[in-house]
């Protein structure tokens, strides 16, 4: 959908217009604009156009109290994940139905209530070493499913994460790979090539000495 410009000076939400000042590599219009309270950056004008933000960030994050705090980005990016579909993680989130429950009109508005939820209810993050993560992988960011977790923890409840069964032992690829000591990517290329769990787990690698003797 194309917008028609509006002229600089224009108050557009919280954001007015500064200026027009080139297109991205892409070839989009970028705009400049600046908040109340003087807080300027560069965006996309159809992102700014069809209010998609038209709040300012740090000014949300500072009015919840929580501007620069690793509770608060850690929500804006989870947010971010279910909502904006130029975010690299949205194929895996938003495009397939998971949503973020918490209050607000923006990313900005739903991180900010997110963050004040994970202060007082679930703690504030632990250490850099902890990321956000759902207590359901299957549901959504919501009150009551939100935790921290450490980052191994959190790769191994991905979704994405494939789950392997030997001798009635389940565990998932990553952690295979430490116990076998089989790089995952000869794992997964054994199992798509229709080797059994068995045989993906236990056959020797054929290193590339051996492969040119033979």
């Known amino acids: 959908m194309k917008y028609p410009l509006v002229a600089i000076g224009t108050q557009i939400g919280d954001q007015t217009v500064a200026g027009y000042p080139s297109r991205n590599r892409w ?20 992102d700014l156009a069809s209010s998609r ?8 994050a500072t009015i919840h109290g929580l501007a620069g705090t690793d509770e608060y980005q850690s929500a804006y990016d989870a947010v971010s994940r279910c909502e904006d579909k130029r975010d690299q993680h949205y194929a895996i989130y938003g495009a397939i139905g998971r949503t973020c429950e918490f209050p607000g009109d923006t990313i900005a508005e739903k991180a900010a209530a997110m963050a004040e939820y994970l202060v007082e209810n679930v703690g504030r993050r632990p250490s850099r070493d902890y990321v956000l ?33 030997l001798n009635g032992v389940i565990l998932c690829l990553c952690d295979w790979v430490k116990i076998t000591g089989i790089h995952r990517g000869t794992i997964a290329t054994r199992l798509k090539q229709g080797q059994t769990p068995a045989q993906a787990l236990t056959r020797p690698v054929r290193r590339r000495k051996q492969r040119e003797a033979a």
Do not use: F
Not at 27 to 46: A, D, F, N, Q, Y
Not at 53 to 60: E, G, I, L, P
Not at 139 to 164: E, H, K, M
């Open 27 to 46: 070839g989009k219009l970028m705009v400049s604009v600046r908040c109340p309270s003087g807080h300027e950056k560069i965006m996309v004008w159809t």
């Open 133 to 165: 993560d759902r207590i359901d992988n299957n549901g959504n960011y919501a009150p009551g499913n939100l935790q921290w977790v450490s980052i191994p923890t959190s790769l191994r409840n991905r979704s994405v994460n494939r789950r392997i069964e």
């Open 53 to 60: 933000y038209t709040k300012c960030k740090t000014c949300v």
